[in-house]
């Protein structure tokens, strides 16, 4: 019978002198490093490899449909009520003499004090066009020596794109 001292370091065992190990044959059970490290009695297991987390997308709500708009006293009025809304909208005015066609060498030949005859007689009324639409036709006035127009009647609107100034 042998009898061994506790405190005696133990015999080597084969890894300790240089002989390899025969390797495992298999998968490496669960908790084992990589192929490449060998694991060694006495060694903590390695941690379970994270397998990466497959989140889905979030989903988005579909979205509400719009409420319909509301207009505070948006019922029609009847006459110049109605037309309160639109009293400070500024309208560009134009009053038209006359028209004429000319080349283009009668043009460059103009000069201070040249004459343009127009298409209208002295005592035919201006037309007045309200933002480039025939609105009413009038007669010129001076007023403190400056020109004005008398409107002398209110075009009546058809529909018919012939009032537009062309």
Same mark, same amino acid.
């Given at each position: 019978m042998?009898i &061994?001292?506790?405190l %005696?370091p133990? %015999?080597p065992g084969p890894? =300790?002198v240089?002989?390899? $190990?025969? %390797?495992p044959s298999?998968?490496p059970?669960?908790g %084992?490093?990589s =192929?490449d490290?060998?694991v060694?009695?006495g060694?903590?297991? =390695?941690p379970?490899?994270e397998a990466? /987390?497959?989140v889905p997308?979030?989903?988005? #709500?579909?979205? #509400?449909? +719009?409420?319909?708009a509301t207009f505070?006293? #948006?019922a029609?009025?009847?006459?110049?009520?109605s037309?309160?809304?639109?009293a400070?909208?500024e309208m $560009?005015? $134009?009053?038209? @003499?006359g028209?004429?066609?000319?080349p283009v060498?009668q043009?460059?030949? @103009?000069s +201070?004090g040249s004459v343009?005859? @127009?298409?209208? &007689? =002295?005592?035919?009324? /201006? !037309?007045?066009? *309200?933002?480039?639409?025939l609105? #009413?036709?009038a007669?010129v *006035? /001076?007023? !403190?020596?400056?020109?004005? /127009?008398?409107?002398? !009647?209110i *075009?009546?609107r !058809?529909n018919d794109?012939?009032?537009?100034?062309?």
């Amino acid at each position: 019978m042998t009898i &061994s001292d506790p405190l %005696a370091p133990a %015999a080597p065992g084969p890894e =300790a002198v240089g002989v390899p $190990t025969p %390797a495992p044959s298999g998968p490496p059970p669960p908790g %084992a490093g990589s =192929a490449d490290v060998p694991v060694l009695p006495g060694d903590p297991p =390695a941690p379970p490899a994270e397998a990466p /987390v497959q989140v889905p997308p979030p989903v988005a #709500a579909p979205p #509400a449909p +719009p409420a319909p708009a509301t207009f505070p006293s #948006a019922a029609p009025r009847s006459g110049r009520r109605s037309l309160e809304v639109l009293a400070n909208v500024e309208m $560009t005015v $134009t009053v038209e @003499l006359g028209r004429t066609r000319m080349p283009v060498r009668q043009l460059l030949a @103009l000069s +201070p004090g040249s004459v343009i005859e @127009l298409n209208r &007689s =002295a005592n035919t009324p /201006v !037309d007045v066009f *309200v933002n480039g639409t025939l609105f #009413a036709r009038a007669e010129v *006035v /001076v007023i !403190d020596d400056e020109f004005g /127009v008398r409107i002398t !009647d209110i *075009v009546e609107r !058809d529909n018919d794109s012939s009032l537009e100034r062309a």
